[in-house]
């Protein structure tokens, strides 16, 4: 079996034992399993679906059936260094999508309104303090922008991308809206899934992904901490809801002004990440070939000091072309395109099938 397709095979085998698994915790769930433990049922149910099920599904079971090291499997998934530049601008990325989210999440939930849908209560809590806080940020932002990026942007976009680049990233980024099993939630992940792939391909590095991942759920979480606190970004938030629902016309003209700036933002940003993650390439690749070019320099001399040439002009290759090839060699290859086996295709239908009916499920009896 080429290597293609048992990564992929892998993959799907790993990701329908993930979805398996994740389906019988959210069923049992909502059987009250976790009812005893009081307020801690959220969290406990929180940590076994993303340290045990997603981290240990996509890194310890994927090494498994691949016979590997998982150090190998990380770096397979994409877990490259970045520089401290890209590093702060996909933090700036991630408070951009995180208030383009809240767009794109009205949107859709408009539409279902419409629809009919009954929205499940979500409504502010009367009290939240720091600590709270805290373990959102740890619970809801850290452990999923760590291990739903694993499982989607690493294992799931890194085996697919033999169907394709583009095929890669919208199949990833559905699997991610579809995991969430919430039709609220559906299209924006989807969306932002979307992205999140666009990015690690373009980078060559899930960093970035995780990142913005995190900054868009933790500030989340800190804006329901600012609303119920008063604190300035609440009070922020509030305010500009306000206008926008006591004058139709002023709310579009704000809104889509908000929007146009939005966008912009993300495209700098953008454009700034994928910019200085290559020249940070280009400085890796240099520094290496410099090193390479004066051992093979000092090899020569050594050899030529033997021979009794000792002082001969050394020739050796030009650093420019070498730092070239090393970019090429850094860079994701194309690789060939292949048709999925009938056994990944079968896992890779069920998955999605499963899924989706549950998904589906959330709209018409608002169940799971």
Known sequence: MKENSKNFNFAMLTYFIIVALFVGLRIISAFGLFDGMGTAANWVFTLIVQVVVLFGGSVLLFSAFKKQKIKTTFEYYGCKKISGKVVWLAVLLGAV?????IFVSSTFNSIIDFLGYEHTTSSIPSSYNFISLVANLMFSALLPGI???????????????????WKSILLSGLFFGLLHLNIEQFFYATIIGIFLGFLTTMTNSI??????????????????????NNLPFGSAYEWFFGVVSSNVLLGILLCLLVLIVLVYLLYILCRKIFRTQLKSEFDRAAEQVQRELTKQAYLIDLENSKNGQAGQEIELADPRLEIIKKLFELKPTQTEKFTPS?????????????LSVLTVCTFV????
Do not use: D, Q
């Open 342 to 354: 009938k056994y990944g295709r079968l896992l890779l239908w069920v998955s999605f099938a499963l």
């Open 207 to 228: 960093y970035p992904a995780m990142i913005v991942h995190f900054m868009n759920n933790a500030l989340s979480s800190y804006l329901t901490f600012s609303r119920v």
């Open 147 to 165: 291990c739903e990026e694993l499982v989607h942007r690493g294992m799931l976009l890194k085996s697919m991308k033999p169907l394709g680049m």
């Open 97 to 101: 999508v995180f208030f383009l989210n």
């Open 365 to 368: 009896w608002g169940v799971l």
